[in-house]
């Protein structure tokens, strides 16, 4: 009786085999925790950086303009009409933001360029981009990446434009800190459907302070402080421009 003899498996290629599946089975959950731990700071510490080329264009100074820190907007006032009506925005993940379309310039003298940042609500976010890229996100809200930061150049010997907006989820009070290369923060409160903040900076409209009263039942007044909810929802202040 002929015993069937199987085929002779060299021995270092039985280790090469072994070693391999080891090596695979390791790697795969070591990989996968890094990129996610990667993603997680992108969420949480993503900037948006554009250059001169994403500008919409030099101009002077605007003399109506709020500062800050060698960036200048007459949007950085706010809007303090509590019945306005505001675009709202939806995003990818479902979360619905109202926009203050706030066009930002930066002086000629904040080269290189000015570091923006949301301090408060952390809910809030800023999306900025290009004229031909905003034009679009518009248009198609969901595909907009709103961010933390934005951080915008100087160009030229004139004030650089740039196109974008406030995200809040509330109507409220956010604080920005702008900050630059060489100069320390400045922090400025912008109310969005409030008219009052209770800020650090005795951020001032139209040279009066930005204040928000709220009636209650027994008549008493209470301060919005920022990021909190006015009593004004967006249910009560009419239909949404886009």
């Not at 679009?136 to 650089?160: F, G, Q, T």
């Not at 956010?174 to 290369?181: A, D, F, K």
């Not at 650090?200 to 209470?222: C, K, L, P, T």
């Amino acid at each position: 009786m002929n015993a069937t003899v199987p085929p002779h498996r060299p021995k270092h290629a039985t280790t090469l085999i072994t070693s391999s599946i080891a090596t695979l089975i390791m790697t795969l959950p070591l990989s996968s925790c890094t990129n996610g731990k990667r993603a997680s700071q992108a969420a949480h510490h993503s900037t948006t950086v554009l250059d001169c080329h994403d500008s919409a264009g030099q101009q002077s100074a605007d003399p109506s303009a709020q500062k800050a820190n060698g960036i200048a907007s007459p949007a950085l006032r706010g809007d303090t009409n509590i019945y306005d009506s505001l675009p709202k925005w939806k995003m990818s993940n479902g979360q619905i933001y109202i926009v203050w379309k706030a066009f930002i310039a930066v002086a000629p003298s904040a080269k290189p360029y000015r570091t923006v940042t949301v301090l408060t609500p952390r809910s809030g976010r800023l999306f900025y981009a290009s004229p031909t890229r905003w034009g679009s996100v518009s248009n198609d809200p969901a595909s907009a990446a709103p961010s933390l930061a934005i951080r915008i150049s100087a160009c030229s010997s004139r004030y650089a434009g740039y196109t974008g907006g406030i995200l809040m989820l509330h109507p409220g009070c956010i604080i920005l800190s702008v900050t630059g290369p060489t100069t320390k923060p400045t922090s400025i409160t912008v109310p969005i459907l409030v008219t009052r903040c209770a800020s650090d900076n005795a951020n001032s409209i139209n040279g009066q302070d930005v204040q928000q009263h709220r009636h209650s039942e027994h008549g008493a007044d209470n301060t919005i402080y920022p990021g909190q909810l006015s009593y004004a929802s967006l249910d009560s202040i009419g239909r949404h421009r886009t």
